[in-house]
T-cell receptor, first 108, second 115 residues
Framework: SQTIHQWPATLVQPVGSPLSLECTVE??????LYWYRQAAGRGLQLLFY??????ISSEVPQNLSASRPQDRQFILSSKKLLLSDSGFYLC???????FGNGTRLTVT | GQQLNQSPQSMFIQEGEDVSMNCTSS?????WLWYKQEPGEGPVLLIA?????ELTSNGRLTAQFGITRKDSFLNISASIPSDVGIYFC???????????????FGQGTILTVHP
């Protein structure tokens, strides 16, 4: 079975600072991977997905970017954080979707 | 775009009571997924439904795929305190979509169980 690892669990960053959230996957090769964001503990919104190394699709325009440098690694980044980037970021994979435990990002 | 409407938005029940929640859409879905999220954690898949009319159980949980393919129901029998959390329905994006990774989520039903 597939296991999704995310870190850090929580992060507090000032406005304008860069961001890098990492997600790694165990238990499968060439997985489809996804980044979701959850605001205020309610519905999840798909941000990016990747079907393989170097292949990224963006679902919504935003201040964030994603990269897939290795088969089992998926990274969410920003060059300059905005207050509106605060939220709970979840990496996911497998079918049907299984989620990691998320990163709680607070931009101050 | 697609929207999934969950009701109720929140529920406060006594331990031992049965719970019923539903999810509706104006679009047809080929798959319905039900997730539970506990505080500070990612959602966990509870039940997946793949066929209209399908009724599937997972312990005290039972979910049904509506015949119209525009709704789904989740029931929890004899609730216990550990049932507390947010319950989400989800389905593949796009009318008749089949990608189980690109999902549209409802806004969730917050369940509180009083001992």
């Amino acid at each position: 079975s597939q296991t999704i690892h995310q870190w850090p669990a929580t992060l507090v960053q000032p406005v304008g600072s860069p961001l890098s959230l990492e997600c790694t996957v165990e238990g499968t090769s060439n997985p489809n991977l996804y980044w979701y964001r959850q605001a205020a503990g309610r519905g999840l919104q798909l941000l990016f997905y990747s079907v393989g190394i170097g292949q990224i699709s963006s679902e919504v325009p935003q201040n964030l970017s994603a990269s897939r440098p290795q088969d089992r690694q998926f990274i969410l980044s920003s060059k300059k954080l905005l207050l509106s980037d605060s939220g709970f970021y979840l990496c996911a994979g497998h079918s049907p979707l299984h989620f990691g435990n998320g990163t709680r990002l607070t931009v101050t | 775009g697609q929207q999934l409407n969950q009701s109720p938005q929140s529920m406060f029940i006594q331990e031992g009571e049965d719970v019923s929640m539903n999810c509706t859409s104006s679009s047809i879905f080929n798959t319905w997924l039900w997730y539970k999220q506990e505080p500070g954690e990612g959602p966990v898949l509870l039940i997946a439904l793949y066929k209209a009319g399908e009724l599937t159980s997972n312990g005290r949980l039972t979910a049904q795929f509506g015949i119209t393919r525009k709704d789904s129901f989740l029931n929890i029998s004899a609730s216990i305190p550990s049932d507390v959390g947010i319950y989400f329905c989800a389905g593949p994006q796009g009318a008749g979509g089949t990608s189980y990774g690109k999902l549209t989520f409802g806004q969730g039903t917050i369940l509180t169980v009083h001992p």
